[in-house]
């Protein structure tokens, strides 16, 4: 079975910094395009980025436009996440999967901006 680990969260100040990985255990070029996606208790799960299989076409949530940068290194199955200029409303736990959210769900990776 297909397994995503998420990590890199942790707590943080508002404007601060953080970079996410997720690992999979099967071949992310495979896959194809990739997303990091987030949710809180008080909001559906949302889609924050994707990027295409080779990593040349990336797209994201106008919230975290021109703050967040997704890349991934397909030889390690890896992706990340470049999150800077935090802020409270980035608080969530950040969960990675294919564009079409087709694997297991992995745990996922607590992230708290707050001061």
């Known amino acids: 079975q297909v397994h995503l680990e998420e990590s890199g969260g942790g707590l943080v100040q508002p404007g601060g910094s953080l970079r996410l990985s997720c690992v999979v255990s099967?071949?992310?070029?495979?896959?194809?395009?990739m997303g990091w996606y987030r949710r809180t208790p008080e909001k559906e799960r949302e889609r924050v980025t994707t990027i295409s299989t080779t990593g040349t076409l990336t797209n994201y949530a106008d919230s975290v436009k021109g703050r967040f940068t997704i890349s991934r290194d397909n030889s390690k199955n890896t992706v990340y996440l470049q999150m800077n200029s935090l802020n409270p409303e980035d608080t969530a736990v950040y969960s990675c999967?294919?564009?079409?959210?087709?694997?297991?769900w992995g745990q996922g990776t607590q992230v708290t901006v707050s001061s």
């Open positions: 999967n294919s564009v079409y959210q087709s694997r297991p």
């Open positions: 099967e071949s992310i070029f495979r896959i194809g395009v």
